[in-house]
């Protein structure tokens, strides 16, 4: 099955909405802060679908996914039993996950809250949190979350972060207008949640508790990335023995936008392999 679309109700006032692209084996795809499921760069989704039926959820009040007035977010559990409900209403019993960023927050919060419904894991730009996090600079966070100017001065200076200084003009240039139109129709109020759940995985006070399941995970992460310093993949790995970990030297916080190709090769290598659905 490829090109559907469905909206899945969580709970009254609470709904996740989908998409999915292409055939075969199901690949649960998670977005990052103020990212929605069609955001994905055209290319790295089109190599994935092209082994996978590719799920990509608009994180709960993004996109066409609603959140009651009153109420939250949840932090990366709320969002990781939203995923448990969406795979339920499509029948998937058990699915890869890939997750970037705070998608990969969801991502390893599922593998250990229903670790029977994960088959393969892809961890894209992201981190542990917890005192095994290596830190940015606050300097960078402040400037992820900020929400000063207008929204084309925002994704020019959110591009500056995905995208490493050699190559952040051209994309700014090419993708400036099409970020800014999409950072305009985000909601404040969500943003601001989805940072109060940033801050909570990053200050969780303990480690995150082992998995017993012998998953196959893929550590994808930019060399030049500032905003999840690189130094987490090697993190991410001693969490996951036997993990492969790509780690690609010109990327910065965006790899998968940056070089599709090589990320989705680091992501099938774990996630192509006959799975139950």
């Not at 969002?79 to 409900?85: E, G, P, R």
């Not at 100017?149 to 200084?165: C, D, H, K, N, Y």
């Not at 969780?204 to 310093?229: C, F, I, N, Q, W």
């Amino acid at each position: 099955m490829s090109g559907d679309q469905g909206i899945v109700e969580v709970r009254p006032g609470r709904s996740i909405a989908w998409t999915a692209v292409g055939d075969g084996p199901p690949l649960l795809l998670v977005n990052g802060y103020g990212a929605t499921g069609l955001d994905w760069d055209p290319s790295f989704l089109g190599l994935l679908a092209a082994r996978h039926r590719v799920i990509c959820p608009d994180n709960i009040g993004l996109g066409r996914s609603v959140l009651a007035d009153d109420d939250e977010v949840g932090g990366a559990e709320g969002m990781t039993a939203d995923m448990i409900a969406l795979l339920d209403a499509l029948e998937v019993e058990r699915a890869a996950v890939a997750g970037w960023s705070m998608g990969g927050f969801v991502a390893q919060s599922l593998a250990r809250q229903a670790p029977e419904r994960v088959a393969a894991l892809g961890l894209i730009s992201t981190h542990t949190g917890g005192p095994d996090c290596v830190n940015g600079e606050t300097a960078i966070a402040r400037q992820l979350i900020d929400h000063s100017g207008t929204p084309r001065e925002q994704a020019t200076r959110l591009i500056s972060l995905l995208f490493p200084p050699e190559v952040a003009p051209e994309a700014d240039q090419r993708f400036g207008e099409i970020v800014a139109a999409a950072r305009a129709a985000l909601p404040e109020r969500v943003l601001f949640m989805q940072e109060e759940a940033l801050g909570a995985w990053h200050g969780r006070p303990t480690s995150l508790p082992p998995t017993d399941l012998a998953l196959p995970v893929a550590v994808v992460h930019g060399g030049a990335d500032l905003v999840v310093p690189p130094g987490n993949a090697e993190v991410l790995a001693r969490f996951h023995p036997g993990a492969t970990v790509a780690l690609r030297p010109a990327c910065a916080h965006a790899p998968m936008a940056q070089e599709p190709e090589a990320v989705s090769t680091a992501i099938l290598a774990v996630t192509a392999a006959p799975q139950g659905s």
